[in-house]
C-alpha cells in the first residue's frame, strides 16, 4: 500500500527531526502514529460506551459544586 503525505517546509523539517531522533525511516513513523491514533480513538470509544452503560444502569449526576465541596476545594 502506498499513499503520499504533503508537508509545508516547518511539517516537513519537524518530521526529519523526529525521524533522525528515534532513528526511524518515514514508513515506521507514519505506521506507528496511525496505529496510535486508530487504536486511542478505538480504546475512547470502548470507555465511552462503557461509562454510557454504567449511566444507563444509574443514571445519578453531580454538579461542579457538589464534587468540588466532596474534594474539600471549596
Same mark, same amino acid.
Given at each position: 500500500?502506498?499513499?503520499?503525505?504533503d508537508f509545508d517546509d516547518?511539517?516537513?523539517q519537524i518530521v526529519e527531526?523526529? $525521524?533522525k531522533q528515534n +532513528?526511524?525511516?518515514f514508513s515506521q513513523v507514519a505506521k506507528q502514529a496511525i496505529l =496510535? $491514533?486508530?487504536?486511542? +480513538?478505538?480504546a475512547?470509544?470502548?470507555?465511552?460506551?462503557q461509562a454510557m452503560? =454504567?449511566?444507563?444502569k444509574n443514571p445519578t449526576t453531580y454538579s461542579h459544586e457538589e464534587v468540588k465541596k466532596?474534594?474539600?476545594?471549596?
Open positions: 500500500m502506498s499513499f503520499e503525505v516547518k511539517e516537513s527531526d523526529y $525521524m +532513528d526511524m525511516n =496510535e $491514533m486508530i487504536f486511542n +480513538d478505538d475512547d470509544l470502548t470507555t465511552f460506551k452503560e =454504567e449511566y444507563k466532596w474534594l474539600g476545594l471549596t
